[in-house]
């Protein structure tokens, strides 16, 4: 039986990165009968999808063209933070069938987070595997009524909600395993 996977699939990603995909030593991912090698659960040819790409993606189409990316001991308890406390809604989770998380995606507005659990055994993960925390900063709109949630739900608060001097109302917190994330109004424009 293959892993336990919901939601559209970002084949390329959980292949590249999270090297979640069928190999000598891998049960290969499958969706209901459907498997993921170089056909998505679409079933579409993903193989030629990516050939020819040398620079970043343009901003058409609604998506966003940078995501951050973090793993986490435990997954599960991350996007339930980020989901409960923070406010993100989760778009997808592709678990293993030992219950790690391979790969999930969140959203927040137009942006996204993806993540994944440490010890996949992926390049990314593997790659990760050393590094300290990160920290990522999220426009939201009103940011006392944010702050309010995460305090509600016992996210641990760096600093409360502030004005800055250039103008933004932050606030900052730290998930369960040391990330940073900040939340504000800042948003610069960013030239199409």
């Known amino acids: 039986m293959g892993a336990i996977l919901t939601g559209p699939c970002n084949h390329f990603f959980c292949v590249q990165v999270f090297d979640a995909r069928a190999g000598p030593d891998r049960e290969p991912l499958s969706v209901g ?113 944010h702050h309010r949630r995460a305090v509600e739900h016992g996210a641990e608060i760096l600093m409360p909600p502030t004005d800055q001097d250039y103008g933004s109302r932050d606030y900052m917190a730290r998930d369960l395993e040391g990330n940073i994330w900040s939340f504000g109004t800042y948003a610069p424009e960013i030239p199409v």
């Open 33 to 145: 009968a459907a498997r993921l090698g170089t056909r998505g659960h679409s079933g579409r040819d993903h193989s030629r999808d990516h050939e020819g790409v040398i620079g970043m993606a343009g901003r058409s189409g609604g998506r966003p063209s940078l995501f951050p990316t973090l793993v986490y001991a435990d997954a599960k308890a991350a996007i339930r933070q980020l989901t409960e406390a923070f406010g993100f809604t989760e778009l997808s989770v592709y678990e293993g069938e030992n219950g790690l998380v391979l790969h999930a995606e969140l959203t927040q507005g137009n942006g996204a987070v993806m993540l994944g659990s440490k010890g996949t055994g992926g390049v990314f993960a593997t790659a990760m595997m050393g590094g300290g925390p990160s920290g990522v900063y999220v426009v939201v709109d009103d940011v006392d009524a």
